[in-house]
């Protein structure tokens, strides 16, 4: 028999007691009630502790409107969380080490099947047994390490390291049933699959690797594979690996799935990266840190998915932290994307949880990859996702065969598939490579090539021989431009090459969002005659990195894209933010050698020439005009409105820190600005803001205000463009411009922004033999001056403590005068070095 009891209810505003009065707090809110059906049901409304903005009423009997079939939210949810309370408690008990009891370890009871045990599964797989998904999050929410742990589960990486993970599984699921079925080769595997949904008492966070407690951060991250990615913790590429899995939803004759998992970064310079991956996958698992709970890039990547129509399944990370508050996040999960709390799964990279329970709902809710409607079962179409370059092979690429078979010796043409229509943009250049006709075309001719290897990434390539339908591998076939193959080109045979316009090469997904470059920067090298080595790194580097925008310049000019006086000839190179710059940068050292210098980067401008009565505009200038170089800024005196491109901007921050989020987006001319609660500790921020002020130091100044608890994401505004009170603060040095640090501001901030410049200007530029004048001019005239003082050697000591001329002042004034004259003529003569810590200068201006 169903009784009532008392239970929490949140208000939504509860979150901040000094923003609302006692009255207010007092109102209940929209809450589903419960019925509890046992004594030990009692759980949340006994075991949670009075806070306040929290009040308490008696739940109603009458079922509420709810959208899942199960309107006690999180009861399920709950009861899947009693055994890991248990295994923190017993973790802390028996202290760092101790979790697994000192025993030492038995083997599996059974191994899944890996796909290293035995390739000839792969040829009996159909297309209806293969499932492509990725994982996607906010940045270090435990994608990589998830994925890592996927790929230990299923074989790929070793015996070894399958078997702990298997003892693991076995632990916390109750081990698997061996007699549901047998893995190719002799060897017992699950029928179902482990449902690891909790970790049993015995096991230990902090166990050694063999006894499934935690490992070292680098065996749990092998996908991130790049000097950078280690190096500061972050993923910068989208890695792919296949795997074999048993599952009753095979309806093969092997019973087993074959998964393509893609692995995704999170920062949110990185979205091209992620918007590839979701181009070859039909599902995403959503993830969010159970500690952390929503954060910004969690709502940008999933309103990506969303519009790009692939299926989201979400999963909660890192459960087993002691700060951990899963049910809370959960139910914030459900009220702000509608799933059912209940139905979010939880895991632990470090404790290998359910790790095997995120498998069977890929296997469960992912659909296969739809067959193309002429497919015949022998013509190859491959799509390209993804290609690097490696010195002594060439161009490898990462394909996703559509249909038909490649093998080694075949013989392979590029295609490039139908471009999808343009989208808006600031941009003013062109590559002039589009195909207006909406067919798709030879990428290089009738050029052809040769496939000299063929494998699976496992994340490791493991030749094969040949990929077939549905598979995701490797191919290389002697390409040695890295603009031969770039991603979304296909492979085709070169006998198929003449019907071509006839096939169906399948363009962009519809609703895929378009990632275009967000802001310019220059990059010249440290030596003025290593530009054509530099240039040949930054190709092979955009290969690789399809976030990036290159344009050669050539150096014949002065504007700061071609580096002026200064600088000499460079690239004008796009990103999509600051992170990314800072990443280029190091990639091109670590991976090329190469030191490079970066401008600071700008954003464009829409520059419209105005007249007046009586009064022509002068020849030769447009009517509007797209500055993306401030070389072209228009001259003072020069009429003329500036329109600048604007984004909306999500903010997640603790509430405590709203007053500073609130200030920070009034001070970065943020517009229109939206707030509201998460839960209890958590405050969304909307706002529209000037891009320019986005990419500067807002980033900095944001974590300094929360101290480093905020997050935020940025998207296209509508409409993209605003107008506003802007002005150009040129950077001279001894009287000559250099263009390079340049930079646009609001009028009213022009000087204060100036003086942070020209002192941090003073303090970075080296002491040279002459004085350097430092000046920032605005408007015509000159707005901040500082002075970098000359070496000088003191020419009254001849030594001994004497000085020339005994006390005669007259040769003591001769001697200076002199030295002053030679200072003179070498400040007019000497050069300015300007190193990357000047240019870094620019970019934080306070």
């Known amino acids: 028999m169903a009784t009532r009891v008392l239970r929490t209810v949140r208000h939504p505003a509860a979150c901040s007691t000094s923003l609302i009065s ?126 890592s742990r996927v790929l230990e589960l299923m074989g790929n990486l070793g015996r070894d390291a399958q078997d702990t993970a298997v003892r693991a599984a076995e632990r916390n699921a109750g081990g698997y049933d061996a007699s549901d079925g047998a893995a190719e080769g ?38 991130d594979t790049l000097a950078v990615e280690k190096e500061r913790g972050i993923t910068v590429k989208s890695t792919a690996a296949s795997m074999l899995y048993r599952h009753p939803s095979a309806i093969g004759p092997t019973g087993v799935l074959l998964l393509n998992m893609v692995d995704t970064p999170g920062h949110a310079d990185f979205g091209t990266e992620v918007t590839r991956g979701l181009l070859s996958v039909s599902g995403a698992v959503l993830l969010f840190d159970a500690a952390q709970g929503v954060q910004a890039q969690t709502l940008s990547v999933h309103d990506k998915a969303r519009s790009m129509g692939v299926k989201i399944l979400p999963a909660l990370t890192k459960v087993d932290l002691p700060a951990a508050r899963p049910l809370d996040v959960a139910l914030a999960v459900s009220d702000l994307f509608g799933f059912d709390p209940d139905g979010v799964n939880l895991t632990s990279a470090r404790s290998r949880i359910g790790v095997a329970e995120v498998l069977d709902a890929v296997c469960e809710n992912v659909p296969p990859p739809e067959p193309l409607d002429d497919d015949d079962g022998t013509t190859l179409r491959a799509k390209v996702v993804d290609s690097w370059f490696e010195p002594l092979r060439g161009v490898i690429c990462l394909v996703q065969i559509l249909s038909g078979t490649i093998k080694e010796g075949d013989r392979v043409s590029v295609v490039e598939p139908p471009s999808p229509a343009k989208s808006s943009s600031l941009s003013s250049s062109s590559d002039g490579g589009e195909k207006e006709d909406g067919k798709p075309r030879a990428a290089h001719g009738k050029e052809h090539y040769s496939v ?180 072209k800024w228009p001259q003072f005196g020069v009429r003329f409105k500036v329109r600048e491109p604007a984004v909306n901007v999500r903010i997640m921050a603790p509430v405590d820190r709203a007053g500073d989020v609130m200030e920070l987006i009034q001070k970065k001319r943020g517009t229109g600005m939206e707030t509201r609660p998460v839960d209890e500790h958590t405050w969304l921020f909307s706002a529209r803001m000037p891009w320019g002020e986005v990419v500067t130091d807002f980033h900095d100044e944001l974590k300094n205000a929360t101290a480093g608890y905020a997050s935020f994401d940025t998207s296209e505004a509508d409409p993209p463009l605003q107008e506003s009170n802007l002005t150009k603060v040129d950077i001279v040095l001894n009287g000559d411009l250099v263009d390079p640090l340049s930079f646009v501001c609001h009028r009213d901030v022009a000087q204060a922004q100036a003086r942070g410049v020209v002192k941090k200007l003073r303090d970075v530029l080296p002491r040279q033999q002459f004085v350097i004048v430092v000046q920032a001019k605005a408007d015509g005239r000159v707005v901040a001056s500082e002075r970098v003082r000359a070496f000088r050697k003191d020419v009254l000591a001849i030594g001994g403590g004497k000085t020339v001329g005994g006390g005669d002042i007259s040769r003591k004034k001769k001697l200076l005068a002199k030295q002053k004259k030679g200072k003179m003529r070498q400040q007019s003569s000497g050069k300015v070095t300007l190193s990357q810590a000047a240019f870094n200068s620019v970019i934080s201006r306070t």
């Not at 399920?76 to 202290?95: E, K």
């Not at 029928?191 to 065996?219: F, M």
């Not at 002065?558 to 992170?579: I, T, W």
């Open 452 to 631: 000299q290897d063929v494998g699976l990434v496992l994340p490791g390539r493991h030749r094969t021989g040949k990929l077939s339908r549905g598979q995701m591998g490797y191919v290389i076939a002697g390409l040695r431009d890295p603009r031969q193959a770039r991603a979304g080109t296909v492979l085709v045979m070169n006998k198929d090459l003449p019907r071509v316009p006839e096939m169906h090469i399948p363009a962009v997904k519809s609703g895929a969002p378009s990632e275009k470059s967000v802001l310019y920067a220059s990059v010249h090298p440290m030596e003025g005659e290593g530009f054509d080595e530099l240039s040949s790194a930054v190709d092979r580097l955009a290969l690789n990195d399809t976030g990036l925008e290159v344009h050669r310049t050539s150096g014949s000019s002065n504007s700061s894209a071609d580096g002026g006086p200064f600088l000499g000839p460079g690239l004008r190179v796009g990103f999509q933010g600051l992170l990314h710059v800072e990443v280029f940068r190091q990639r091109l050292s670590d991976e090329f050698g190469l030191d490079a210098l970066v401008t600071p980067p700008k954003v464009p401008y829409e520059i419209s020439y105005l007249t007046s009565k009586g009064h022509k505009r002068a020849a030769g200038l447009p009517e509007v005009e797209i500055v993306e170089d401030l070389a």
């Open 186 to 223: 002799g060897e017992a595997a699950t029928a179902s699959g482990p449902a690891v949904v909790a970790a049993s008492p015995s096991t230990s966070s902090s166990s050694p690797p063999g006894g499934g407690g935690g490992s070292p951060k680098e065996q749990i991250e092998l996908l």
């Open 22 to 147: 006692n009255a207010a707090r007092r109102r209940p809110t929209r809450r589903f009630p419960e019925i509890v059906r046992s004594g030990s049901d009692l759980r949340r409304a006994s075991t949670q502790p009075h806070r306040p903005g929290i009040v308490r009423r008696r739940a109603s009997s009458a079922r509420p409107p709810f959208p899942f079939a199960s309107y006690r939210r999180g009861e399920l949810l709950t009861s899947r969380l009693a055994p890991i309370s248990r295994w923190r408690s017993a973790s802390a008990a028996n202290g760092p080490g101790n979790g697994g009891g000192g025993e030492a370890e038995a083997p599996p009871h059974s191994r899944p099947a890996s796909i290293l045990d035995d390739m000839d599964l792969l040829e009996r797989i159909p297309l209806e047994d293969v499932r492509n998904f990725c994982f996607i999050a906010h940045v270090d929410h435990g994608k990589s390490s998830l994925a």
